[in-house]
């Protein structure tokens, strides 16, 4: 194998990969055809080609099918958290700073496709079970964020206060329309009047 280069993917890891994604797309099809709630489990695995057990090695529920896609962002997390070049954080604005980029990193990322964010949403913003996980969703990045500040060296307290920080900047990009041409300026831009309001306040 040349350097720099990856290695192949064995067999069942990409049998497994096109299995999840047809899983995906086909219960994407159905939840934007017929509504969230008229859509069964063994509807997607039908229109995926896939059986009930193959689907549920998967994903749990047909819920965690609309989140798929976040899984690619917990793993952008995981990731950070893992990697051998970080900074170490010393206080809460450091802190704010190294999550402000790993956040706009993910919006990036989730807004790449625009209508496919779009589309997401209004599902989610249709089915009230869909809010109630969404929320969960944000809990599971707030404890990742956490996760990667302390394996930098963050005290626990910062950490926390800092990751619910970031993913309120988030939040707030999201409540101003959440529109995915603007959410990366729009969350860099809760960022910067956070942190100005913190240099403000240590300066005083």
Same mark, same amino acid.
Not at 29 to 57: M, N, P
Not at 121 to 140: G, H, I, N, P, Y
Not at 161 to 169: K, N, P, Q, R, T
């Given at each position: &194998?040349? +350097?720099? &280069?990856n +290695?192949?993917? +064995? /067999?069942?890891e990409?049998?497994r990969? @096109?299995?999840?994604?047809? %899983?995906v797309q086909?219960?994407?099809? /159905?939840?934007?055809?017929?509504?969230?709630d008229?859509?069964s489990?063994?509807? %997607?695995?039908e229109?995926a080609e896939?059986?009930?057990?193959?689907?549920?090695?998967?994903?749990?529920?047909?819920?965690?099918?609309?989140?798929?896609k976040? @899984?690619?962002?917990?793993e &952008?997390i995981t990731?950070a958290?893992?990697a051998?070049?970080?900074?170490?954080?010393?206080? &809460?604005?450091e802190?704010?700073? @190294? /999550?402000?980029? =790993?956040? =706009?990193?993910?919006?990036?990322?989730?807004?790449?496709?625009? !209508?496919?964010?779009a589309?997401?949403?209004?599902? #989610?913003? @249709?089915?009230?079970?869909?809010?109630?996980?969404?929320?969960?969703?944000?809990q !599971?990045?707030?404890?990742q964020?956490?996760?990667?500040? %302390?394996n930098?060296?963050?005290?626990?307290?910062?950490?926390?206060?800092?990751?619910?920080?970031? =993913?309120?900047?988030? /939040?707030?990009?999201?409540? =101003?329309?959440?529109? +995915?041409?603007?959410? #990366?300026?729009?969350?860099q831009?809760?960022?910067?009047?956070?942190l100005?309001?913190g240099?403000?306040?240590?300066?005083?």
């Amino acid at each position: &194998m040349l +350097p720099g &280069m990856n +290695p192949p993917i +064995p /067999l069942v890891e990409r049998k497994r990969r @096109q299995a999840r994604a047809r %899983i995906v797309q086909a219960a994407e099809e /159905l939840f934007f055809a017929r509504g969230f709630d008229d859509v069964s489990v063994s509807d %997607i695995a039908e229109r995926a080609e896939v059986g009930r057990t193959t689907f549920f090695r998967h994903f749990s529920d047909k819920q965690e099918v609309v989140f798929a896609k976040e @899984q690619q962002l917990l793993e &952008m997390i995981t990731a950070a958290g893992q990697a051998d070049d970080f900074v170490p954080v010393n206080d &809460m604005t450091e802190a704010v700073e @190294q /999550l402000c980029r =790993l956040v =706009l990193a993910m919006c990036a990322r989730a807004t790449a496709d625009p !209508e496919d964010y779009a589309r997401h949403f209004r599902l #989610v913003e @249709q089915t009230v079970d869909l809010r109630a996980r969404d929320a969960l969703k944000m809990q !599971e990045f707030a404890g990742q964020l956490i996760d990667v500040l %302390i394996n930098r060296g963050a005290d626990p307290t910062v950490a926390a206060s800092a990751a619910y920080v970031a =993913l309120g900047c988030y /939040l707030t990009a999201r409540s =101003l329309g959440n529109d +995915p041409r603007t959410l #990366v300026d729009d969350t860099q831009a809760a960022f910067d009047r956070i942190l100005k309001l913190g240099t403000a306040t240590t300066s005083a």
